[in-house]
């Protein structure tokens, strides 16, 4: 028995042997490891060294070949996470979203995508800043996160997560003046902000051309950027302003190639794909601000000069071609400085951007039906079709009853005493509705063991057909077994323990804890589970004053302690061998719940809140309803399932949908 | 991440790439009950929302002084008494109907119409009230606007053909409770409005929005399976047939 909770303790702990008064903050677990062996970094194997010495194979140049091989080996092994970081690095300080684009779907999935990153990053760092700057313990850390099966480390989040951006690759938006595709002589700085012609002119037809790094994201909808002429050179204005495709040659000035099109400051033309431009705006020069942008929708492009629209200039645009922002110039000296969105813009784009959208909308409001007057109408009882469908779906009882009534009531009112049928059937009591209303309760007021009766006498089949259901109840028991030590513990001890003062915590805690003769990890699991102590809802303190209430707490937090640990047990022994790898990760987090010292600063700390009850319960909910013969998710749903991707589709040209943010606009 | 959503759609061996990315879509419950709350608090529906605060465990919101009355209206416009919905409106906010001669004309023209139908309802009846009505209240405003006018004079149409069973489908109309309905949700809408918040509730917006994004999806060729279903004939199969109305209002949204 209690060589059966040892085993327990090390695997919730990742490490039997780690003592409470370990020196790492994050993780006392796993991590314990990689502390010790940094300070004693001599006494782990190291595969790369050893391979190392066994290629040089020459003892006595040991040091230096340690170091000729040692070092390039280390970008060989950490290449893909260091580059990765040093990549995102440069990335982390550039991301912003351009003002016109702020709240729209496009900009939130890049964001999406780049907290991600961070995340990863941040991850990284932490988890290696103990063992920062020694070569070998990288190394071997490495080594160890392949091997602690219990840990959940970087390298697993960075392939877990990159498959979403794989998958469905969201694209950036331009962010500088690109380093490669540019003409030899443009001279590119100031993080790319800036580009500047400093060669000189060859030929008459030559000029120097470079491209943003990333081409104008046509799911944005519309896209647009500024430049400003920095300066004009000595005796030229020769400079074009505008997108071209990315085979375009970059020793000519936009506009002139195929693909490619431009506002040009010496005539104030607009050029696109041939030399000969036609009449479209003013001249410009140094110090003017020069707009470009595109709209996707309606596949044309404009220009501003220095806040003022100056029309549509291009209707021909490729619906495929992706096209770069691109400045060219012809005269040395000539200067441009772009602005991607990293500032306030010249032209109110956004007012721009907010008048397709209310356009658009009113598109919407308007219907596209045939007959308007009709569909609204039928629009109303079609509503109420939906939500009463969705109210009794989901085990909305009440309300479902509620409704239906004044539903009803409204009905006989309109058809006044014609007494004509009514549209709606009074709601048919629904034994099911119920008991899958008291289900869900349950698990909304973490009873899991009320949820799970319910379920078996009611439904025995949905558990056992659904295991990976039944498996996520039993974990969801373990955290709100978990999150019931944490309180009462917060209540045993309402004094914030200050980490230094921890030796006192576990000893009050052993006197009260039921006799056991391997207490050290239970002390540790106390501890760990204590770590609420500093949280605001403990108890008042005039509380503390009565010793036996104290006592008698500190009993029931003895024995739900063991309560949780027998249960830990039964529940790894259950679902140990499963091979199924959501199943192992998903016990892997619930554990670490405990290896973490402070879980509400961790990044396991979704997992104790209340909110995670709610996925558990919609799922059995959604699976008694499958068992039932009826759909898993209720119409409205769906509907808004069906939305999303319909919208999706429709922005992912560039269509009007960019331009609607399902969530933000329509559901909040 | 739901396993349970996978062995469900595995259930459909043939699925069309599109219902693949519906299915990926998670919409999250918080958001779902917020637009069905937001719907029964702006169209009217208080007991139900209270029930549904308390079941889904979420914050009513502010108690809004407005809804009981906007019931009232809308119950008084659904029975035909309009004059005590314009003095209901008037007490809110006399405002909303002197900003709005559109929607004054429209529910005085309801009332005109109830006028019409008791003044017609037996051969004998006097109708000389709905001609006086008329002239004193819809004739100055629609002398205003030729939109009013035409909607007059074919109100006024109606005392020449009732009673009858057999009136063109123009006049019909007139006389469908649809008329009302229509009118009580525009005057709920101004109310929603003229105090500051949305007119349109949510849900109407995402109903139209799903409708309006199919229907350009289809007319850019966007690679759909034939049908969207929604799955709300499930509940009706197991209803009444009578119910042709409802699965009209449904099909509009599926086909």
């Known amino acids: ?668 | 991440m739901s396993s349970s959503t996978v062995s469900v759609s595995a259930a459909t061996p043939t699925q069309h790439p599109f219902q693949r990315k519906v299915d990926e879509i998670k919409p999250s419950k918080t958001d779902i009950n917020f637009v069905v709350m937001d719907y029964l608090i702006s169209e009217g529906y208080p007991r139900a929302a209270e029930k549904f605060a308390k079941e889904a465990n979420i914050q009513l919101p502010l108690e809004e002084e407005s809804i009981q009355s906007r019931v009232e209206i809308r119950r008084a416009i659904h029975a035909g008494d309009i004059d005590t919905a314009i003095n209901k409106i008037n007490d809110l906010n006399p405002q909303i109907l002197d900003t709005d001669p559109a929607l004054h004309f429209a529910l005085l023209r309801l009332q005109l119409i109830e006028l019409i139908r008791k003044c017609t309802s037996s051969q004998t009846s006097d109708i000389t009230p709905a001609l006086n009505f008329a002239s004193s209240q819809l004739a100055p405003r629609a002398a205003t606007n030729p939109d009013f006018l035409r909607d007059l004079e074919l109100t006024m149409s109606l005392l020449i053909f009732l009673p009858s069973d057999n009136l063109q489908p123009q006049l019909a109309e007139l006389l469908k409770p649809t008329l009302r309905r229509q009118v009580a949700s525009k005057v709920n809408e101004a109310i929603l409005t003229s105090m500051g918040t949305r007119g349109e509730s949510r849900m109407r917006s995402l109903v139209r929005l799903r409708l309006w994004a199919e229907t350009k999806a289809r007319e850019v060729g966007k690679d759909l399976p034939p049908s969207l279903p929604l799955g709300l004939q499930d509940g009706e199969e197991n209803g009444s047939q009578t119910n042709g109305s409802n699965r009209e209002a449904v099909d509009v949204m599926v086909q």
């Open chain 1, 1 to 668: 028995m209690f060589r059966r909770q040892s085993s327990y303790a090390a695997v919730a702990s990742g490490n039997a042997g780690s003592s409470p008064s370990n020196p790492v903050p994050a993780r006392s677990g796993a991590f314990s490891h990689l502390a010790n062996s940094g300070s004693h970094p001599h006494s782990i194997t190291h595969p790369r060294h050893s391979r190392s010495f066994d290629a040089d194979g020459h003892h006595n140049s040991m040091s230096t070949s340690l170091g000729r091989s040692v070092l390039p080996s280390y970008p060989g092994q950490f290449g893909y996470l260091n580059g990765y970081g040093g990549a995102q690095d440069g990335a982390t300080s550039a991301f912003f979203v351009p003002s016109y684009l702020r709240g729209s779907k496009h900009a939130e999935k890049l964001e999406e995508v780049h907290k991600a990153r961070i995340a990863a990053q941040r991850e990284y760092r932490s988890t290696h800043s103990s063992n920062a700057g020694s070569l070998s313990t990288s190394s071997s850390s490495a080594n160890l996160h392949k091997m602690a099966p219990s840990h959940r480390g970087l390298s697993h989040d960075i392939i877990e997560r990159a498959p979403i951006v794989v998958e469905e690759p969201v694209a950036p938006w331009p962010t500088r003046w690109s380093e490669t595709e540019k003409f030899p002589q443009m001279e590119v700085d100031d993080n790319g902000r800036q580009a500047k012609f400093a060669g000189a002119q060859k030929g008459p037809d030559e000029a120097a051309s470079v491209r943003a790094d990333y081409p104008m994201p046509r799911q944005c909808g519309i896209y647009y950027y500024e430049v400003t002429v920095v300066s004009k050179g000595k005796d030229g204005r020769m400079i074009g302003v505008g997108f071209s495709g990315p085979k375009v040659p970059l020793n000519r000035i936009p506009g002139w190639e195929p693909d490619s099109y431009a506002y040009h400051g010496d005539d104030g033309q607009c050029f696109s794909n041939t030399t000969s431009g036609k009449t479209y705006g003013p001249k410009f020069g140094t110090l003017d601000v020069i707009g470009c942008g595109i709209n996707f929708r309606t596949g044309t492009a404009f220009f501003t000069k220095n806040g003022h629209f100056l029309g549509n200039a291009f209707r021909d645009l490729k619906p495929n071609m992706p096209y770069y922002p691109t400045v060219g110039m012809k005269k040395p000296g000539e200067t441009l400085r772009a602005n991607f969105g990293q500032e306030p813009f010249a032209f109110d784009i956004d007012k721009m951007v907010q008048a397709e959208k209310a356009s658009i909308q009113s598109e919407i409001t308007r219907g596209t039906g045939p007959c308007k007057e009709k569909v609204s109408t039928d629009e109303t009882q079609f509503i109420h079709t939906l939500v009463g469908q969705y109210l009794a779906h989901d085990g909305y009882v009440e309300t479902a009853r509620a409704f239906a009534e004044e539903v009803i009531e409204e009905v006989k009112a309109v058809l006044n005493d014609e007494n004509a049928e009514i549209p709606y059937q009074e709601t048919v009591e629904d034994l099911d509705a119920i008991n899958r209303q008291k289900i869900r309760a349950a698990i909304l007021d973490g009873d899991i063991d009320k949820a799970l009766k319910h379920t078996t006498a009611y439904y025995p089949s949905v558990l056992r057909d659904n295991e990976n259901i039944y498996f996520k109840l039993r974990c969801r028991k373990f955290i709100e077994m978990i999150r019931k030590c944490n309180e009462l513990n917060a209540q045993c001890h309402p004094i914030p323990t200050p980490p230094s003062k921890r030796s006192t915590t576990s000893t009050l805690n052993n006197r009260n804890s039921t006799a056991t003769d391997d207490y050290d990890f239970e002390m540790e699991l106390d501890e760990q589970l204590g770590m609420h102590n500093g949280a605001p809802h403990w108890n008042h303190p005039e509380h503390m004053d009565d010793e036996d209430e104290l006592e008698d707490k500190e009993a029931k937090l003895a024995q739900l302690t063991q309560d949780t640990i027998q249960y830990g047990m039964e529940l790894k022994s259950e679902f140990a061998t499963d091979p199924r790898r959501e199943v192992k990760r998903a016990l892997e987090d619930t554990f670490a719940l405990i290896a973490y010292e402070n879980v509400r600063e961790s990044a396991l700390a979704p997992l104790l809140e209340t909110a995670g009850r709610v996925p558990v319960a919609e799922e059995l909910n959604s699976a008694i309803l499958v068992s039932l013969g009826k759909s898993s998710s209720a119409a409205l749903e769906r509907l808004v399932q069906q939305t999303e991707a319909l919208v999706n589709e429709l922005a992912g040209d560039g269509g009007p949908g960019a331009f609607i943010n399902v969530r933000r606009d329509f559901l909040q």
